[in-house]
């Protein structure tokens, strides 16, 4: 295994522990469903992402889950939550990947976050819709949303809440990339040539 692999796989397992460890400070936002925690768990695939490219940032988010899920636990024994959660994280990072790797500063960075919650919110809105509140349902004996309740959840909670979770990573991630950009590009550099 040469060096170059070996620091990469160093990296993503650091920033997969340290996304862990932040996904245990979540919290509810208020007038939004309880269900949906905000945490910044995110922000280290991010740092992966502009690192080291989106199969890093991926495998940073699903570190982060499979721990989460082994040190939380499901009351059933399905991690939907933590499914949701690797989606929510996949849907926000890729767009960062695309369009920070053509523009690679802040003007970059910034077009990347703001799409990056576009389709995170969308996505999260649709893929709740379709598939992790049925899976709630099922799995964790929830009670169901149907017509307007299903209506008032997703538009009125899901889609709020992913927005305004997108703005607060925005705004972190800016910061940091403020502070750390020279060592993002070393890394890129380094990690990527």
């Known amino acids: 295994m040469n060096n170059k692999k070996l620091r990469r796989m160093v990296l993503i397992a650091i920033l997969g522990s340290i996304s862990t460890v932040l996904m245990q400070f979540n919290f509810p936002l208020p007038a939004l469903p309880p269900f949906l925690k905000v945490d910044f768990g995110e922000i280290p695939a991010v740092l992966a992402v502009m690192t080291m490219g989106p199969i890093a940032g991926i495998a940073v988010e699903l570190i982060k889950n499979v721990l989460h899920w082994f040190l939380s636990g499901s009351p059933t024994g399905v991690p939907v939550g933590e499914m949701a959660n690797f989606a929510t994280g996949?849907?926000?990072?890729?767009?960062i990947y695309f369009i920070f790797n053509k523009v690679r500063n802040t003007k970059g960075l910034t077009a990347g976050l703001i799409a990056g919650t576009a389709s995170m919110a969308v996505g999260m809105s649709l893929l709740n819709y379709l598939v992790f509140l049925p899976m709630y349902v099922y799995f964790m004996n929830m009670p169901a949303y149907t017509g307007d309740a299903l209506f008032s959840v997703i538009v009125l909670g899901i889609l709020p809440f992913n927005l305004i979770k997108g703005i607060m990573l925005m705004v972190?991630?800016?910061?940091?990339?403020?502070?750390?950009?020279?060592?993002?590009?070393?890394?890129n550099r380094q990690l990527t040539a």
């Open 90 to 95: 996949v849907l926000f990072i890729m767009p």
């Open 172 to 187: 972190v991630s800016l910061l940091l990339y403020k502070s750390m950009s020279k060592w993002i590009d070393q890394q």
